[in-house]
């Protein structure tokens, strides 16, 4: 494989659902040890982009690759983390982890179970791994998420909005667990499309965000980021360029608002 | 007085049945307006259920030698045709029509053709107890087939279960509360059809032993043999309940 083929790429990308148009011309290549964060509002077609991605859904127009192979199914190279938990409630978390291993990796009884067991104390799971879903909180039953997504082994981790129903500490604690997790090796790259609508959560997290507009969706922008290490949370948000990074994406957006209001009121005055 | 208010309400049922235990006391106790022979009074019930009890026990075996392997096989087949109709879109449409027609039918309605065309009023029975288990089962099993949440496919597609084991790995469990749906108005239909079934034709089973002692007017027996019959049924389903809530333990909280 050579490095320009690696990773996904997106040509002319679209996909239209009862005749109307989510995703229109998406042009995208994301390398391969990407952290790239997808922001939009509701109905950009954020969750529909992932799920393209994800094999989960087929385009109506373009094509869609991963490592130069045209996607068309759904694969374990490509784990998926959605928001509400999916762990498969008639499983301890043991079970969920080492069913994904046993049905991905070909591993067997014992030493299934072992590699469950590393995954889930990775993220911090290890005193829980005989718990049912049901006797878990929300941030560990997304903890148990994530450790199912990577145990297949995955080269890419799509994640859709994964913290979006979590308090914030739980939530912070996450983000830096999934920093650690996707960001932290270079052995083991992992391309990470993670899709939210929290551009403080976006640029905390990514390498590169992408932000969608909306109706039909499409990319408004595309900002590479390569920020220092984050030792304390408080102070690297009080970082100039960091608030300087916010604000430029928050104009993005509202901008785009605006020119969408703008085509309206032109139209309402030419009526 | 709060207190004892507290205790009547946890005690209520206890203290109802047996207020309705002395109203029948009373009633058989020979006031002019009643009859001693319809009526028989509790002891002579208790009498009749405790000299009768070989003849009970053997009449509730007879009744759940045919309900068991009928109830069994409906479950075994509403099941598995039921996972795989609610599965697989082309095999639900094509039962659709049949089971939108035949599923209403009333089982007693087929008791006299499976007297005229099976062997033997044995076969009959289980036969009718297996129709009326069956519909709600297999509609149920497929109505939560179908209705199994997007997120459990997704996660089976991408851990690479194949269709053959989604079946049976993942519709299959994610569809039993609603298959315990099915299974319990399966049982109660079963319990009615087979009394039913064997106060028609049967010479065997409680329905028989009711309608024998009808037969001879031996009223404590008669009575004896239906509060049997609700004891033997209530145990089952009480039996039912238990299995069902260890089966289902993980529906907490979802």
């Not at chain 1, 899709?195 to 039909?216: C, F, K, N, Q």
């Not at chain 2, 299995?243 to 909280?253: A, E």
Request: charged share 20%; with cysteine; net charge positive.
């Amino acid at each position: 494989m050579n490095q320009k083929q690696s990773g996904f790429e997106a040509t002319n990308l679209g996909f239209s659902y009862d005749g109307k148009p989510i995703l229109k011309d998406i042009n995208l290549k994301i390398n391969q040890g990407d952290f790239v964060c997808l922001l939009g509002e509701s109905g950009s077609g954020k969750t529909t982009l992932l799920n393209l991605l994800a094999g989960l859904t087929k385009p109506t127009e373009g094509h869609i690759y991963w490592n130069g192979k045209e996607i068309e199914k759904p694969s374990s190279e490509r784990s998926v983390v959605f928001q509400d938990y999916t762990l498969f409630p008639w499983l301890t978390l043991l079970q969920n982890v080492s069913l994904a291993i046993k049905k991905t990796q070909k591993a067997k009884g014992n030493y299934a179970k072992k590699l469950a067991e590393d995954y889930l104390n990775l993220v911090g799971l290890s005193g829980s791994l005989h718990k049912y879903p049901f006797e878990l909180s929300g941030g560990m039953r997304q903890r148990g998420a994530i450790a199912r997504a990577l145990s297949v082994g995955a080269d890419a981790l799509l994640l859709d909005e994964p913290f979006g129903a979590l308090d914030p500490v739980n939530r912070a604690s996450l983000q830096d667990l999934i920093l650690e997790l996707c960001r932290g090796s270079k052995d083991r790259p992992i391309t990470t499309l993670f899709v939210t609508h929290d551009i403080r959560e976006a640029v905390y997290l990514a390498s590169r965000i992408i932000v969608l507009g909306s109706t039909p969706g499409r990319i408004i922008a595309d900002i590479p980021l390569n920020f220092s290490a984050k030792k304390n949370r408080d102070e690297w948000f009080r970082n100039k360029q960091v608030q300087e990074t916010i604000k430029s994406i928050e104009e993005a957006y509202h901008k785009d608002v605006l020119e969408k209001l703008g085509h309206l009121v032109q139209g309402g005055a030419s009526i | 007085m709060r207190i004892f208010i507290k205790y009547l309400s946890k005690f209520s049922g206890i203290l109802f049945l047996l207020f309705l235990l002395g109203i029948w006391t009373f009633i058989s106790s020979g006031p002019e307006w009643s009859s001693q022979y319809l009526f028989p009074s509790p002891k002579a019930i208790a009498n009749a259920l405790f000299n009768s009890r070989e003849e009970l026990l053997r009449s509730a075996g007879a009744s759940l030698l045919k309900l068991i392997p009928a109830y069994f096989a409906a479950a075994v087949v509403g099941i598995s045709v039921g996972i795989v109709s609610g599965s697989v879109p082309w095999v639900g449409n094509m039962l659709k029509p049949i089971s939108r027609f035949a599923a209403p039918i009333p089982p007693n309605v087929y008791i006299p053709y499976a007297i005229a065309i099976l062997p033997t009023f044995y076969l009959s029975s289980t036969f009718i107890i297996f129709i009326a288990a069956f519909w709600p089962i297999y509609l149920n099993t497929a109505a939560g087939a179908a209705e199994i949440p997007e997120k459990y496919k997704r996660n089976a597609a991408i851990i690479g279960i194949g269709r053959i084991e989604y079946l049976w790995r993942i519709a299959l469990i994610a569809s039993l509360p609603s298959i315990f749906s099915g299974l319990s108005v399966g049982m109660g239909l079963s319990f009615i059809m087979l009394t039913v079934a064997e106060l028609f034709g049967e010479n065997t089973g409680l329905g028989h032993f009711v309608q024998f002692y009808a037969d001879y007017s031996d009223y404590p027996n008669m009575v004896a043999g239906i509060l049997w019959t609700g004891i033997v049924v209530l145990a089952i389903m009480e039996l039912f309940e238990f299995v069902k809530r260890k089966v289902l333990f993980w529906t907490k909280g979802n």
